[in-house]
Each structure stands twice: as structure tokens, then as C-alpha cells.
């Protein structure tokens, strides 16, 4: 049975727990700085609160990191060297040099490094994915992605606001939607990009794909509390896929009931499972039975590449070169 243990105890991490509960695995430890958030996490899920990642590692075989962006590097480099596999939300890191190191460190132990962009494990998303495949839409010409949400305020200390450790909106959230554009179109050429605002940030980029293809995307931390907004195009030239949020609410339950709750954060589905758990069901077979994996690690890296580019285009007013 694998042993797994979640690093941080917060939102991801009990979005993470609960799909690890669908799964054989069990979820044998959990470690954070924030003891409270361990023990009400631990309390749910029957798994043993520990006090230092040392502790954890000794006790699993798979280490599930959804701490804030900043300090994936080095637990990921700590779970490499102590021979563990590991699961990382998105994105992978701050830097490509930093992903660079972690995806090298875990070649070198021979451990698996399975990168959380959950999108891919949307229904909708992944439907889309699978007509593109098949040719029925022919060769793809443009893509378009949206995702604009509320200011996120839920993080522990505010961290998203914080840029040297979150990367702002056109990392932390915009990098779903250039993972996505790339698993669809294909490898990117150039970025370019303009953005707005500075906390309730609005951005826009175009993706030039290697195969000619182009992807407009746009973001934004920029709505009214409790919105969450996507949106998704693909035109070929045989045909178009459309499938925006506000016309049938793939990822939000707008109910009278004052006790459907608000926005946590993460976008939903009202489909039976939630994409989260797919995609922990997923990484247990990648892990388990040594399914090909869905995201890789590279599939990491370069998403966090297009976002730096992005984010580099903002700042100078000039397309930037991949």
C-alpha cells in the first residue's frame, strides 16, 4: 500500500486529502507550519499530525506538496534525496532554473515528479482535448482561454498577493490555461503580453505555437467576490469547440440556498467527481501501476516558462522569444 504524506494542510491540501480517501493509497502523514490547520485536517481524515517534513518523510513513500509556490524547491529537493515520489501543485516552481534542478534531482533518485495542472483532468476540458486528437475540428488555428476570478483572499497570510513568492496572477493563475493552449497547439514560440491593475490584476497574452497556431489567453484576479469565470474556444479548419462557463456552468453552482458557500479558491464541477480527485486517482495509477502519466514534469517546466515570458512581455513592452 503506498504511504502518503501531504505537505501543507491548507486549501490544497484538504482538496488533495480528499481524493487520496477515493484511492487504495493511504494517507499515512500530514506536515505543516501551521499545527491548527494539521490537526483539523488529521482529525478528518484519520492520518497522524507530524511536527517537521524530516518526520514525514520517515514515514511515507509518496510526499503530496500543496504549500504556497515559494517553497516547492526545496521540498521537492528534500523528498528527492530521501528516495520518496512526489506530487506538486502548480506551479512547479518560481524560476525555470529552480524547476530545472527539482525535475534533474529527481531523475538522479529515480523518483517520479508529477506536476497538479488539474485542468487537464477537467471533463470539458479533457473532451475538448480528445476531439482535437481525433481530427474532427481538423488542424487547429486559434485557440482561446479564459479564467478571471475573484481577488483571492483565502490564502493563508495572504501569499498570493505576495509576488516574489506566488508570481502574481499571470503565474499562479494563468499558467492552467499555457499549459492547456500547449497540450493542445502544441510547443510555443513567442509570448506576448499586456496586463492591467496591479492587486486586482488583468492580463492578456498570445501564444505563438511552433506549428503556426495561435492562443489568446486572458486572466484576471479582477471580478466581484465570488465569481469564477472560464471560458474555452478551439477553431480548426474543419470545424470550432465552445464551451464558455457563464452559459452552462461547468465549473460554478450559483444556488439560492445561502448555505451553498462562496468562492474557496479553487474552481468547481457539478459533475459526479471532482476534477481534483480524477486527477489524484490518476497519479495513484501513474504510481501504483506505472501508468503513463497525463502531465509530466517537463509539461511543468515549460508552463512556468510561457508564464515567466509572459510576465517578462508585460514588463517591457516587447514579444519575447522561447
Same mark, same amino acid.
Given at each position: 500500500?503506498?504511504?502518503?504524506?501531504? =505537505?501543507?494542510?491548507?486549501?490544497?491540501?484538504?482538496? +488533495?486529502?480528499? %481524493?487520496?480517501?477515493?484511492?487504495?493509497?493511504?494517507?499515512?502523514?500530514?506536515?505543516?507550519?501551521?499545527? @491548527?490547520?494539521?490537526?483539523?485536517?488529521?482529525?478528518?481524515?484519520?492520518?497522524?499530525?507530524? @511536527?517537521?517534513?524530516?518526520?514525514?518523510?520517515?514515514?511515507?513513500?509518496?510526499?503530496?506538496?500543496?504549500?504556497?509556490?515559494?517553497?516547492?524547491?526545496?521540498?521537492? #529537493?528534500?523528498?528527492?534525496?530521501?528516495?520518496?515520489?512526489?506530487?506538486?501543485?502548480?506551479?512547479? !516552481?518560481?524560476?525555470?532554473?529552480?524547476?530545472?534542478? &527539482?525535475?534533474?534531482?529527481?531523475?538522479?533518485?529515480?523518483?517520479?515528479?508529477?506536476?497538479?495542472?488539474?485542468?487537464?483532468?477537467?471533463? $470539458?476540458?479533457?473532451?475538448?482535448?480528445?476531439?482535437?486528437?481525433?481530427?474532427?475540428?481538423?488542424?487547429?488555428?486559434? =485557440?482561446?482561454?479564459?479564467?478571471? *476570478?475573484?481577488?483571492?483572499?483565502?490564502?493563508?497570510?495572504?501569499?498570493?498577493?505576495?509576488?516574489?513568492?506566488?508570481?502574481? &496572477? &499571470?503565474?499562479? #493563475?494563468?499558467? +492552467?490555461?499555457? @499549459?492547456?493552449?500547449?497540450?493542445?497547439?502544441?510547443?510555443?514560440?513567442? =509570448?506576448?503580453?499586456?496586463?492591467?491593475?496591479?492587486?486586482?490584476?488583468?492580463?492578456?497574452?498570445?501564444?505563438? +505555437?511552433?506549428?503556426?497556431?495561435?492562443?489568446?489567453? $486572458?486572466?484576471?484576479? !479582477?471580478? /466581484?467576490?465570488? &465569481?469564477?469565470?472560464?471560458?474555452?474556444?478551439?477553431?480548426? @479548419?474543419?470545424?470550432?469547440?465552445?464551451?464558455?462557463?457563464?452559459?452552462?456552468?461547468?465549473?460554478?453552482?450559483? #444556488?439560492?440556498?445561502?448555505?451553498? %458557500?462562496?468562492?474557496?479558491?479553487?474552481?468547481?464541477?457539478?459533475?459526479?467527481? *471532482? /476534477?481534483?480527485?480524477?486527477?489524484?486517482? +490518476?497519479?495513484?495509477?501513474?504510481?501504483?501501476?506505472?501508468?503513463? /502519466?497525463?502531465?509530466?514534469?517537463?509539461? %511543468?517546466?515549460?508552463?512556468?516558462?510561457?508564464?515567466?515570458?509572459?510576465?517578462?512581455?508585460?514588463?517591457?513592452?516587447?514579444?519575447?522569444?522561447?
Amino acid at each position: 500500500m503506498l504511504r502518503v504524506g501531504l =505537505v501543507g494542510a491548507g486549501l490544497m491540501g484538504r482538496v +488533495h486529502a480528499v %481524493g487520496w480517501a477515493q484511492t487504495p493509497a493511504c494517507l499515512a502523514a500530514i506536515y505543516s507550519k501551521y499545527p @491548527d490547520e494539521v490537526r483539523e485536517l488529521a482529525s478528518t481524515c484519520d492520518a497522524e499530525g507530524v @511536527d517537521s517534513l524530516d518526520a514525514l518523510l520517515d514515514r511515507v513513500d509518496v510526499v503530496d506538496i500543496g504549500t504556497p509556490t515559494h517553497r516547492h524547491h526545496e521540498i521537492v #529537493l528534500r523528498a528527492a534525496a530521501a528516495g520518496k515520489h512526489i506530487v506538486c501543485e502548480k506551479p512547479l !516552481a518560481r524560476t525555470v532554473e529552480q524547476a530545472d534542478e &527539482m525535475i534533474a534531482a529527481c531523475e538522479r533518485a529515480g523518483v517520479k515528479l508529477l506536476v497538479a495542472h488539474v485542468v487537464r483532468f477537467f471533463p $470539458e476540458y479533457a473532451r475538448a482535448k480528445a476531439i482535437v486528437d481525433r481530427g474532427d475540428i481538423g488542424r487547429v488555428g486559434v =485557440v482561446r482561454l479564459r479564467r478571471v *476570478s475573484a481577488l483571492p483572499t483565502w490564502a493563508v497570510d495572504n501569499w498570493l498577493m505576495d509576488l516574489d513568492k506566488s508570481g502574481g &496572477m &499571470m503565474l499562479d #493563475l494563468m499558467v +492552467h490555461d499555457y @499549459d492547456y493552449a500547449r497540450w493542445v497547439a502544441g510547443d510555443v514560440e513567442t =509570448v506576448f503580453a499586456r496586463r492591467a491593475g496591479v492587486e486586482r490584476d488583468y492580463a492578456q497574452a498570445i501564444l505563438r +505555437h511552433k506549428n503556426g497556431a495561435l492562443s489568446h489567453i $486572458e486572466g484576471g484576479w !479582477a471580478y /466581484p467576490p465570488g &465569481m469564477f469565470r472560464t471560458a474555452l474556444e478551439i477553431a480548426g @479548419d474543419g470545424g470550432l469547440i465552445e464551451h464558455p462557463s457563464g452559459s452552462s456552468t461547468p465549473l460554478e453552482i450559483h #444556488l439560492m440556498n445561502a448555505d451553498a %458557500g462562496s468562492y474557496t479558491g479553487v474552481p468547481r464541477s457539478p459533475l459526479r467527481e *471532482s /476534477p481534483y480527485t480524477t486527477e489524484i486517482k +490518476h497519479f495513484y495509477d501513474v504510481l501504483a501501476n506505472d501508468a503513463a /502519466p497525463r502531465v509530466t514534469a517537463s509539461d %511543468g517546466r515549460e508552463a512556468l516558462r510561457i508564464a515567466l515570458a509572459a510576465i517578462e512581455s508585460a514588463r517591457t513592452g516587447q514579444r519575447v522569444t522561447l
